[in-house]
Each structure stands twice: as structure tokens, then as C-alpha cells.
């Protein structure tokens, strides 16, 4: 199992160039806001599947939103594992 580091300047440098905030990325990404909000201040690693998600909601490649070398556990966006980890956001 892994989680994956998110590049939260890239997540908000996509939310900005899009006009929406976090309450929307959170809805667009089918998650509560309060969540997005624990992701993006507080806790920043999170499952393949979340990645997806939020990369799906702002319409960008989930590697994108990974920072390089930083993925725990293991994972590597390059394996073409598609588990889906226990994480957070289940």
C-alpha cells in the first residue's frame, strides 16, 4: 500500500487558473470540503484512487499532482500499479 505526496502548489496554481476554490474542487473531486480542506492543509498524502479524483476534478494528469520522489511505501506512478490503496478518503 502507498500514498502519494501531493504538489499542493500545483493543485492551487490549477484551482486559480480555473476561478474555483476549494469547496468546488472538493464537490467537482466527490468529496466533502472538510476533507479537501484536511488533504490540502493538513495532511497531503493520500491514495492513488484521491489523486484521481482531484486530478480528474481539475482536468489534469494525476502525475502531475504527485511531487517525484516522494511517494511512500513503495508506489511508483511509472509501474502501472493500479492498486488502489487503503487510505483517508474510504
Known amino acids: 500500500m502507498g500514498f502519494m505526496k501531493l504538489d499542493m502548489n500545483r493543485i492551487k496554481s490549477e484551482m486559480a487558473q480555473k476561478g474555483i476554490n476549494q469547496r468546488a474542487l472538493a464537490a467537482r473531486a466527490g468529496v466533502s470540503a472538510q476533507l479537501m480542506s484536511y488533504w490540502m492543509v493538513e495532511?497531503?498524502?493520500?491514495?492513488?484512487?484521491?489523486?484521481?479524483?482531484?486530478?480528474?476534478?481539475?482536468?489534469?494528469?494525476?502525475?502531475d499532482l504527485i511531487i517525484s520522489n516522494t511517494v511512500l511505501d513503495g508506489w511508483n506512478p511509472d509501474s502501472g500499479n493500479d492498486a488502489d490503496p487503503v487510505a483517508l478518503d474510504k
Open 43 to 63: 495532511h497531503n498524502k493520500v491514495s492513488l484512487k484521491t489523486v484521481g479524483r482531484i486530478a480528474d476534478a481539475l482536468g489534469i494528469d494525476g502525475k
